[in-house]
């Protein structure tokens, strides 16, 4: 089994920062990819951004590409998401993903997930 725990969510007014942190225990893979999906309310669970357990690769939906930044440290099984100039649009449950397998953008049951972050973003 597989624990993620995500941190950091908040309340931050629009145009402000918020950096999330996921921490990953218990059962890992190797070549452990890690990422980001979140859902807001009445919407379906997108995703958001992934990265490659080398941090080498990295994934970003379209239209959060140029605001944020997903990174990895491998050596505390943790993954990162800082966000900038954040909207109201943003506001949503970020949860943190790991895959045992090939990076999707699905939000497949077969992805580890965890139990979910709250950011909520003030015009």
């Known amino acids: 089994q597989v624990q993620l725990v995500e941190s950091g969510g908040g309340l931050v007014q629009a145009g402000g920062s918020l950096r999330l942190s996921c921490a990953a225990s218990?059962?890992?893979?190797?070549?452990?990819?890690m990422g980001w999906f979140r859902q807001a309310p009445g919407k379906e669970r997108k995703f958001v951004a992934a990265i490659s357990a080398s941090g080498g690769t990295t994934y970003y939906e379209d239209s959060v590409k140029d605001q944020f930044t997903i990174s990895v440290d491998s050596a505390k099984n943790s993954v990162f998401l800082q966000m900038n100039r954040l909207k109201p649009e943003d506001t949503a449950v970020y949860y943190c993903v790991g895959y045992r397998s090939v990076i999707t953008t699905t939000p497949s049951p077969d992805l580890d997930w965890g139990q979910g972050t709250q950011v909520t973003v003030s015009s």
């Open positions: 218990g059962r890992t893979f190797d070549n452990y990819a």
